[in-house]
T-cell receptor, first 116, second 113 residues
Framework: AQTVTQSQPEMSVQEAETVTLSCTYDTSESDYYLFWYKQPPSRQMILVIRQEAYKQQNATENRFSVNFQKAAKSFSLKISDSQLGDAAMYFCAYRRGETSGSRLTFGEGTQLTVNP | EPEVTQTPSHQVTQMGQEVILRCVPISNHLYFYWYRQILGQKVEFLVSFYNNEISEKSEIFDDQFSVERPDGSNFTLKIRSTKLEDSAMYFC???????????FGQGTRLTVV
């Protein structure tokens, strides 16, 4: 079974600084997708960024980028120029790639605080 | 932008009562899901639904739970006899044939008293 681990229950960062959230996963599959979801206090799940396992290039979305290390099964999220609105729970998630209908497996989450 | 909508946003029910949580997935999506998040815990998969049948379910999804797509737009989760431990946030999600990411609704907070 696939597992996703986020070893940092809480992180904090100063506004305008950079922070990196860690995620590791375990799978025997070769085709899969990885995601970071943001959950603000409203508890809505918002997709931040995704990475296809077959792509070597790390995904970027504006201030958000990932460091995808396939051999190490590591998928960290870097937030640059942190803003107060970035404060939220962040979940790393895994999905098998063989079918669009496969489930997401989530990590435990990292609560990010942004200090003004 | 198309979105997944869930109703109600908050439901309070007495233990032993039946509840139905409703979702309208994105209109051209084919795969539908229910996830659960107990307060302070991670998001857990319950069930996926494709082509009018369950395609996968977790060990949480026991006989107390059922899903249905009664018409072309709604997707429902029924809990037959609620327990206190069913109190959680329930998220509906959908994906299209070519989508890699799931789009989530805003969730229904279920409180069983």
């Amino acid at each position: 079974a696939q597992t996703v681990t986020q070893s940092q229950p809480e992180m904090s960062v100063q506004e305008a600084e950079t922070v990196t959230l860690s995620c590791t996963y375990d799978t025997s599959e070769s085709d899969y997708y990885l995601f970071w979801y943001k959950q603000p206090p409203s508890r809505q799940m918002i997709l931040v960024i995704r990475q296809e396992a077959y792509k070597q290039q790390n995904a970027t979305e504006n201030r958000f980028s990932v460091n995808f290390q396939k051999a190490a099964k590591s998928f960290s999220l870097k937030i640059s120029d942190s803003q107060l609105g970035d404060a939220a729970m962040y979940f790393c998630a895994y999905r098998r790639g063989e079918t669009s209908g496969s489930r997401l497996t989530f990590g435990e989450g990292t609560q990010l605080t942004v200090n003004p | 932008e198309p979105e997944v909508t869930q109703t109600p946003s908050h439901q309070v029910t007495q233990m032993g009562q039946e509840v139905i949580l409703r979702c309208v997935p994105i209109s051209n999506h084919l795969y539908f899901y229910w996830y659960r998040q107990i307060l302070g815990q991670k998001v857990e998969f319950l069930v996926s639904f494709y082509n009018n049948e369950i395609s996968e379910k977790s060990e949480i999804f026991d006989d107390q739970f059922s899903v249905e797509r009664p018409d072309g737009s709604n997707f429902t989760l029924k809990i037959r006899s609620t327990k206190l431990e069913d109190s959680a946030m329930y998220f509906c999600a959908s994906t299209g044939r070519m989508n890699t990411e799931a789009f989530f609704g805003q969730g229904t907070r279920l409180t069983v008293v």
